[in-house]
């Protein structure tokens, strides 16, 4: 079956520009996850939704990170006046609930900010 | 959430098995081991996991210690294809939602 689909695969934007970055997660997963690799490290956790509702924020590295989540099912992660400090992949999980199931990632998103 | 340690790169033979160790010497009653690997340019792929018991799929075979401070993963035989990193992680039932990943493992399988 289809997996996690995140969109663009890649992104090049100018230092102050707004992105926004998409995640369809599997069908019927209920919980979704942002992450962020930055280049040669380990994943950083930024944003849990449980359906609509995000109950953990704080992974958010700052204001000018925002997420949202409609319809239970695709989310956008949002960063406005980009710095390049945010270039990263940006990687999105979803899972059936957040009992124990297993994340199921996409292949994420290439941010580069120059 | 427990520790993970795992040794930073191995190598095996292609077709030979791949044994992949962990120590979570501080893991919990309640935390599951859970296994995953990234390959270049693509997200973390979801293996195994489990609590107590060994546990087997098509990936891999999981060996969990009697005292669960630690763990092997077994890639029974090889392929050019599982060079990867390969992450060992503790995850609380029920409570934890954030995946905490670690340097990991990088394998390399060898023709």
């Known amino acids: 079956g289809a997996g996690v689909s995140q969109s663009p695969s890649n992104k090049v934007t100018e230092k102050g520009k707004d992105v926004e970055l998409r995640c369809d997660p599997i069908s019927g997963h209920t919980a979704l996850y942002w992450y962020r690799q930055s280049l040669g490290q380990g994943l950083e956790f930024l944003i849990y939704?449980?359906?609509?509702?995000?109950?953990?924020k704080s992974g958010l590295p700052s204001d000018r990170f925002s997420a949202e989540r409609t319809g239970g099912s695709v989310s956008t992660l949002t960063i406005q006046r980009t710095q390049q400090e945010d270039s990263a992949v940006y990687l999105c999980?979803?899972?059936?609930?957040?009992?124990?199931?297993?994340?199921?990632f996409g292949n994420g998103t290439r941010l580069t900010v120059t | 959430d427990a520790k993970t340690t795992q040794p930073p790169s191995m190598d095996c033979a292609e077709g030979r098995a791949a044994n992949l160790p962990c120590n979570h010497s501080t893991i919990s009653g309640n935390e599951y081991v859970y296994w995953y690997r990234q390959i270049h340019s693509q997200g973390p792929q979801y293996i195994i996991h489990?609590?107590?018991n060994n546990e087997t799929n098509e990936m891999a075979s999981l060996i969990i210690t009697e005292d669960r401070k630690s763990s092997t993963l077994i890639l029974p035989h090889a392929t050019l294809r599982d060079t990867a990193v390969y992450y060992c992680?503790?995850?609380?039932?029920?409570?934890?939602?954030?995946?905490?990943f670690g340097s990991g493992t990088r394998l390399l399988v060898r023709p």
């Open positions: 992680i503790v995850r609380v039932a029920l409570s934890s939602y954030k995946l905490i």
């Open positions: 939704f449980q359906g609509n509702s995000a109950p953990d």
């Open positions: 489990g609590l107590k």
């Open positions: 999980a979803s899972s059936l609930s957040r009992d124990n199931s297993p994340l199921h």
